[in-house]
C-alpha cells in the first residue's frame, strides 16, 4: 500500500518502554503517535495518562491527570510539555458548572487543580481527557477518521465500520460539556474502545499505555483499510477538469505570483510563504469539485484556525497559462475574498467577539500548479499547508463515500474568535525585529556572510544562503537548520558572475518564501600585486565579481521589491580599500570604489519605492574569511615587511583604536543598516575598521 492507504506501523519498542516509568511511557507514547502526520497534524490532538503520584504537601498518593499542554505539539513534546493536574480536583468541578454558556469559567478554574506548580497551562480538552474513566486516552486528527467524522452520514458510517467498538458524539466545540458528554458515554457503554467526534476527529482509551498506542494504530488501520476498498476504482473529486504544468514551469510561476501576493497581503504585517505541488494537491486544484469543495471550506476545528475556514481559489487556466491575466486579476480577487470574510465575522459575531483580524486569505489553491500558503512566519505557513492537505485527504474520502460537509460558519467562528483563543494570541510574544523579513546573503557562507546570517536569524529573519563553495555551502546550511530549524534557512550555490545562474536563484528564494526583502552583497575575492604584474585576468576577476557580480544581485533585487511593493533593503559589503588607496592592489581597491559608487547610484533610484541601500565598509577581517586564506593573506603581510602570523596584530596596532575586527562586528552594522533602526537611512557608509583616518569619509 501506498500514500493514504499505507497502513501505520507499529513501533512500539517493549525494550525501551520497559524502562520508563508512567510519565515516560506517556512521554514515548505520545511521539510515536505524533511522529506520522496520517495519525495526527502538527499541534494537533492529545494524549493523558492519570499517574499515582505523591502528593508534596501531604506525602500520600494521589491520582494526578498527566495531559498535553496548552499550544503543544505530541510528535516534539517533552515532559515539561504536560500538564499536571489533581484528579479528584478536577473532578470536584463537576460541582460548580451551570452548563454550556459557563464554558469559558471553567478553564480559569483549571490552574486551581494543578499538582506540583506545574507551570504548563492545561488547555482546554483537559475535561475530556479528564473525565474519560480509563488510564490511558489518546485524541487524535488522522485524516481518515475525519473523513468519516465531516461526512453528512458520519454516525452511520461509524457504525458500519466499527460496530459497537467505537462510538459517534454529534459536535461540540470542545470543552467541559464535551468532557461530560465523554463520560456519559463510557458510562452507557463500558465496552467501547473509543468515540469518533462529528467533524472533529478519534478518542481511543485503555488501561494500558501501549495498549492503548496499539489500539489507536488499529482502529486508524481500519478506517484506512475500509476507505481503500470503498474508493477502489472510483472517480475522485469528480475527475479531472485540469492537467499539471511540469515541475519546472509550476515553480516558474510560483515564482511570479507568490511575490505579488505577499506584496497585496502583507503591507500591515510581514508574510512568508510556502509552496506545496504534491501529488494530493495537484489533484485536488486539478478537479472538477475544487470550487464547490473549496467553498463548503474545512471541517476539524484544527484545519481552520490554521488556514482560515476557506481558501482562496485563484483563476488560472493551465491550458492558457496566463500569468500575467492572473495578476491583473488579483487585487480584485483579493478584495472578494475580504470582502467575504468581512461579511462572515459580521454575520457570526457576538457583542464580546474580539475585532476582526487579518481578512486575508492563508491559502491559495491554483489550477494546474498547486497551493501557496502565507503566514507570520515560515513554519506557520508550512504549517498551514500541511492543514490543507489534511483537509484535501478529509474532502477526498468523505465526498468519494458519502457527502463532504464543512463546519458552519457560526460553529467555526466561535472556535476562531473564541475568547480564550484570544486570550493565548495575546500572550504571544512580541515578534522579533525582522520577523516576517527575508534576507538574501551573498558569500553566505564566509566569516562575514555567516555571522551576518546568524545576526539577521537571531532577529527573526529567514535567511537565503548564496555561496559559490558548494561544500562549505552545505555545511553552514546543514549547522543553521539543526540550530535554528529547518524552516529559516535556504542555500543556493551561486556564481554572483553569472546572470543566469542570478536569476535562478531569486526564483528559488521566491518559491521557498515568497520574496525577498533584505540583500546584503558580500561575496568576496582579494588580489594583490604591482599594477605592472596584474594581468588582465585578475583585473577581470575582481570587476566581475566585486562590481558585476554585485550590480546583478541588485538588479534582480530591485525587480523583485518592486514586484512586491513592500520596500527593500540592499547591504553592500565593501572595504575601506573603497575609500583608501593601498599599494599592490590597484584591482582590488578599483574594484571596491566600484561598489561603493554602485551604491550610491542605487540608492538615488530606490528611494521613491522605500528602498535602501547603504554600505558597510570592514577592514582586515581575517578570522573566518575566506579571502584571507592562502595568497592574499601572505601578498599583504609581504606587502607590510612582516610574517604572515604577526597579519592579524599588525592590522590591531594599526587601527586608531587598537582593536581587532570580527565578521561579528561587521554582522552588526549591517543588521543596523538592514533593520528600521536606520530606517531614515540611505547611501549612507559605516566603516567598521576600528578607526582609519584614511578611510574616513569626509
Not at 457570526?348 to 498547486?370: A, E, M, Q, T, Y
Request: overall charge negative; glycine content about 8%.
Amino acid at each position: 500500500m501506498t500514500g493514504q492507504t499505507r497502513l501505520l506501523d507499529n513501533r512500539w519498542d517493549d525494550a525501551y518502554a520497559a524502562k520508563l516509568d508512567e510519565p515516560g511511557k506517556l512521554l514515548y507514547r505520545s511521539n510515536l503517535l505524533g511522529a506520522d502526520k496520517r495519525i495526527t497534524n502538527y499541534g494537533g490532538g492529545n494524549t493523558s495518562a492519570k499517574v499515582m503520584e505523591t502528593d508534596p504537601l501531604t506525602g500520600e498518593k494521589v491520582q494526578v491527570l498527566w495531559v498535553k499542554g496548552s499550544g503543544g505539539d505530541v510528535g516534539t513534546i517533552k515532559l515539561d510539555g504536560f500538564s499536571t493536574l489533581y484528579q479528584d480536583k478536577l473532578d470536584a468541578l463537576k460541582g460548580i458548572y451551570k452548563g454550556v454558556a459557563d464554558e469559558d469559567r471553567m478553564v480559569g478554574f483549571l490552574p486551581h487543580c494543578t499538582f506540583n506548580l506545574n507551570p504548563r497551562a492545561a488547555s482546554i480538552d483537559t475535561p475530556l481527557h479528564g473525565f474519560v474513566p480509563f488510564t490511558h486516552v489518546d485524541h487524535m486528527h488522522p485524516d481518515a477518521i475525519i473523513a468519516i467524522a465531516a461526512s453528512k452520514n458520519s454516525k452511520e458510517l461509524t457504525q458500519q465500520i466499527f460496530g459497537a467498538d467505537i462510538g459517534w458524539l454529534p459536535w461540540r466545540r470542545p470543552g467541559f460539556q464535551l468532557g461530560l458528554d465523554l463520560e456519559a458515554f463510557v458510562k452507557a457503554n463500558p465496552t467501547a474502545k473509543g468515540v469518533v467526534l462529528e467533524s472533529h476527529g478519534l478518542f481511543t482509551w485503555d488501561n494500558d499505555a501501549k495498549d492503548c498506542y496499539l489500539l489507536t494504530l488499529e482502529i486508524i488501520n481500519k478506517a484506512i483499510e475500509w476507505f481503500a476498498k470503498q474508493t477502489e476504482g472510483k472517480t475522485i473529486f469528480g475527475g479531472s477538469v485540469s492537467k499539471s504544468l511540469p515541475a519546472s514551469d509550476r515553480r516558474a510561476i510560483a515564482a511570479r505570483l507568490m511575490p505579488e501576493i505577499r506584496g497585496r497581503i502583507g503591507k500591515a504585517e510581514r508574510k512568508l510563504g510556502h509552496f506545496d505541488d504534491q501529488d494530493a494537491v495537484l489533484e485536488f486544484v486539478n478537479s472538477k469539485q475544487l470550487q464547490p469543495l473549496g467553498a463548503l471550506g474545512t471541517s476539524c476545528p484544527d484545519h481552520f484556525l490554521r488556514t482560515k475556514i476557506r481558501p482562496l481559489i485563484v483563476d488560472f487556466d493551465p491550458a492558457k497559462p496566463d500569468v500575467d491575466a492572473v495578476l491583473g486579476g488579483l487585487d480584485k480577487a483579493l478584495e472578494a475574498y475580504r470582502a467575504d470574510y468581512t461579511r462572515y465575522y459580521e454575520s457570526c459575531k457576538h457583542d464580546n467577539s474580539p475585532k476582526i483580524r487579518d481578512p486575508n486569505p492563508v491559502i491559495f489553491l491554483v489550477p494546474g500548479v498547486g497551493m501557496f500558503s502565507f503566514a507570520k512566519d515560515k513554519a506557520t505557513a508550512r504549517i498551514a499547508g500541511e492543514f490543507y492537505v489534511n483537509a484535501i485527504n478529509v474532502m477526498k474520502g468523505a465526498s468519494t463515500v458519502s457527502e463532504y460537509q464543512g463546519l458552519p460558519e457560526q460553529e467555526a467562528f466561535d472556535i476562531e474568535y473564541w475568547l480564550l483563543e484570544e486570550a493565548k494570541l495575546q500572550r504571544m510574544p512580541k515578534p522579533k525585529s525582522l520577523a516576517g523579513k527575508v534576507a538574501f546573503v551573498t558569500g553566505g557562507a564566509g566569516g562575514i556572510g555567516r555571522a551576518t546570517a546568524e545576526r539577521l536569524v537571531s532577529e527573526g529573519a529567514c535567511v537565503v544562503l548564496a555561496d559559490i563553495d558548494a561544500k562549505t555551502l552545505a555545511e553552514t546550511t546543514a549547522d543553521f537548520s539543526k540550530r535554528h530549524g529547518g524552516d529559516v534557512v535556504r542555500s543556493v550555490q551561486l556564481d554572483v558572475t553569472k546572470e543566469d545562474a542570478v536569476l535562478q536563484s531569486f526564483i528559488e528564494a521566491s518559491v521557498e518564501f515568497g520574496g525577498v526583502d533584505i540583500l546584503v552583497s558580500n561575496a568576496g575575492i582579494a588580489s594583490s600585486a604591482p599594477v605592472e604584474d596584474t594581468t588582465l585576468a585578475m583585473w577581470n576577476k575582481n570587476i566581475d565579481i566585486l562590481a558585476t557580480g554585485y550590480f546583478l544581485v541588485s538588479r534582480e533585487a530591485f525587480r523583485l521589491f518592486r514586484r512586491q511593493a513592500l520596500g527593500g533593503n540592499v547591504v553592500f559589503v565593501a572595504s575601506k580599500n573603497g575609500l583608501a588607496s593601498s599599494p599592490n592592489a590597484s584591482a582590488y581597491c578599483t574594484a571596491k570604489a566600484a561598489e561603493i559608487h554602485l551604491a550610491r547610484c542605487l540608492a538615488l533610484e530606490g528611494a521613491d519605492a522605500g528602498i535602501r541601500v547603504n554600505t558597510v565598509n570592514p577592514d582586515a577581517v581575517l578570522r573566518g574569511s575566506k579571502i584571507w586564506n592562502g595568497e592574499w593573506r601572505e601578498q599583504r603581510a609581504a606587502s607590510s615587511k612582516i610574517e604572515v602570523d604577526d597579519l592579524e596584530e599588525h592590522y590591531r596596532k594599526r587601527s586608531m583604536l587598537k582593536l581587532n575586527v570580527f565578521p561579528e562586528d561587521i554582522a552588526e552594522a549591517i543588521y543596523f543598516l538592514a533593520s528600521d533602526l536606520s530606517a531614515k537611512s540611505t547611501g549612507n557608509i559605516i566603516n567598521v575598521d576600528a578607526g582609519n583616518a584614511q578611510s574616513f569619509t569626509r
